[in-house]
C-alpha cells in the first residue's frame, strides 16, 4: 500500500486546512489509519485514529478542531482542520496499519507541510 498526502499549505491563525491521503495498491487490507505530526524540533506524534470499527481518538490538544475521515469507496483519508493555531505547524503524515498474509505493516506517507503564521 502506498499513501500520498497532500493539502498542506501556509495559513494564517484561525483559518481551516484539509488534508487528503489516497491509498493505493493491493495486496493488503488497510484497518486502521491515523494522522501524525512532526513540529519543529519535536518528536512525531499521534494526533488523530480512525480504527477500523469507526471509533475515533485524538490528541487532547486537537479535540474539537480536527475531524478526521475516511471514505473507503475512493481510498481516500481525510484530515479537516479548524481554527487553526501555530503550535498546529508542523509535517502531516497519513498512515495505514495493514494486514497480509498473517503479517501486520505500518505504511507511511510522504508528509505535507502544514505553516500556520500568528
Known amino acids: 500500500v502506498q499513501l500520498q498526502a497532500s493539502g498542506g499549505g501556509l495559513v494564517q491563525a484561525g483559518e481551516s486546512l484539509k488534508l487528503s491521503c489516497s491509498a493505493s495498491?493491493?495486496?493488503?487490507?488497510?484497518?486502521?489509519m491515523a494522522w501524525f505530526r512532526q513540529a519543529p524540533g519535536k518528536e512525531r506524534e499521534r494526533i488523530a485514529t480512525?480504527?477500523?470499527?469507526?471509533?475515533?481518538e485524538y490528541l487532547e490538544s486537537v479535540k474539537g478542531r480536527f475531524t478526521i475521515s475516511r471514505d473507503n469507496a475512493e481510498n481516500m483519508l481525510y484530515l479537516q482542520m479548524d481554527n487553526l493555531g501555530p503550535e498546529d505547524t508542523g509535517v502531516y503524515y497519513c498512515?495505514?496499519?495493514?494486514?497480509?498474509?498473517?503479517?501486520?505493516?505500518?505504511?507511511w506517507g510522504q508528509g505535507t507541510q502544514v505553516t500556520v503564521s500568528s
Open positions: 498512515v495505514a496499519a495493514t494486514t497480509a498474509g498473517g503479517r501486520t505493516y505500518a505504511r
Open positions: 495498491g493491493s495486496g493488503e487490507t488497510i484497518s486502521s
Open positions: 480512525l480504527k477500523s470499527d469507526g471509533n475515533k
